[in-house]
């Protein structure tokens, strides 16, 4: 059974950095996606980072590009989000997913993943 378990958050003030991470577990194959979405309170599930392992192709949400990184360590069991110069607009509780099934649509869909993680808190103060 997969586990994906994410690092606590944090709380920063605007324009500092967090680095989330993610430990994943219990899958022998490759992760088709590895991803991180957020949701604010009162809002939908939305796509930040996704990473596409076998060909290395990272993909950003327009409101995150140039300010947040996705990366994974080389085994691929680690999926990190380096979060930069970040906004009250930020905060949210971020998730880690993974897609191991086939899937035909956008990656930033989320029912494109079927593991996911527990959530972790994310708070930006102005």
């Known amino acids: 059974q997969v586990q994906l378990v994410e690092s606590a958050g944090g709380s920063v003030q605007t324009g500092g950095s967090l680095r989330l991470s993610c430990a994943a577990s219990?899958?022998?194959?490759?992760?088709?996606?590895m991803a991180w979405f957020r949701q604010a309170p009162g809002k939908e599930r939305e796509a930040v980072a996704a990473i596409y392992p076998g060909a290395g192709t990272t993909l950003y949400a327009d409101s995150v590009k140039g300010r947040f990184t996705i990366s994974q360590d080389n085994a691929g069991n680690t999926l990190y989000l380096q979060m930069n110069s970040l906004k009250p607009e930020d905060t949210a509780k971020y998730y880690c997913?993974?897609?191991?099934?086939?899937?035909?649509?956008?990656?930033?869909?989320?029912?494109?993943?079927?593991?996911w993680g527990q959530g972790t808190q994310v708070t930006v103060s102005s």
């Open positions: 219990g899958y022998t194959g490759r992760y088709i996606y």
């Open positions: 997913a993974a897609q191991t099934r086939a899937y035909v649509g956008n990656w930033a869909s989320v029912q494109r993943y079927n593991y």
